[in-house]
Structure formats: C-alpha cells, structure tokens
C-alpha cells in the first residue's frame, strides 16, 4: 500500500537546526521527485526545496543556503536539514512525492501529500 510518512519537526531557538524527514512505501518502481513545501501562518503554501531525477535540487530564495534536501534511494527517504533557523521559518512543512508504483500487470504515478509536521522557531 503506497504510503508517505513524515518525521521530525518540533522546537528549535533561532540560529538552531532540526532536520525533517520523509519516506516513501510501497511497491515503487520510480521516485520521480520529493519536494518540500510549507505554509507559514498569514502566507500562501511555498514550495521550499525540490530533489528530482539526478538527485538535481533547488530551493526557494528564502532558505537558499540554509537548507539542504538529500536523499536515500535505498531508503525511499528524502530529508531536509535546516540551519540557522529564523523565526519566520515557523510553519507547517509538508512533503509531497511525485511516484511511480508497480502492480502485478501496469504501473501507476501518483503523488503523495503527507500531513504535515510543524516547526516552531523561536527568537
């Protein structure tokens, strides 16, 4: 059953770091993307780093040099370190995944949203 499950979050004092991770299951034939998106209280929903084929990534300007998104093939797992943490960082981050299943006769791309974890930057 195709499932996406995320981890990490939680508090961290400005300038800190906490890392968030996201895993992916299933019978997948192809990890096509994984992003990262957030939504920040009084503000739209932003993507905020993307890894796709290649493991090739990119970040919104906000968090450009501050975050990093790795992945793990083996693993099924994509994480997104963030360092020197802002209060303005403070929000809901959500992973999404752009997958490719197998079943027994065709396969199937999907994209997965998980529910969200949230992080709290304090100053």
């Known amino acids: 059953q195709a499932q996406l499950v995320e981890s990490g979050g939680g508090l961290a004092q400005a300038g800190g770091s906490l890392t968030l991770s996201c895993t992916v299951s299933g019978s997948i034939f192809r990890m096509n993307s994984m992003d990262w998106y957030r939504r920040v209280p009084g503000k739209e929903r932003e993507l905020v780093a993307v890894?796709?084929?290649?493991?090739?990534?990119n970040y919104s300007d906000s968090v450009k040099g501050r975050f990093t998104v790795s992945g793990d093939d083996a693993k099924n797992t994509v994480a997104l370190q963030m360092n020197n943490l802002k209060p303005e960082d403070t929000g809901v981050y959500y992973c999404n995944a752009d997958v490719t299943f197998y079943y027994s006769d065709y396969v199937e791309r999907r994209i997965l949203w998980g529910k969200g974890t949230l992080v709290t930057v304090s100053s």
């Open positions: 890894i796709g084929e290649g493991r090739n990534t």
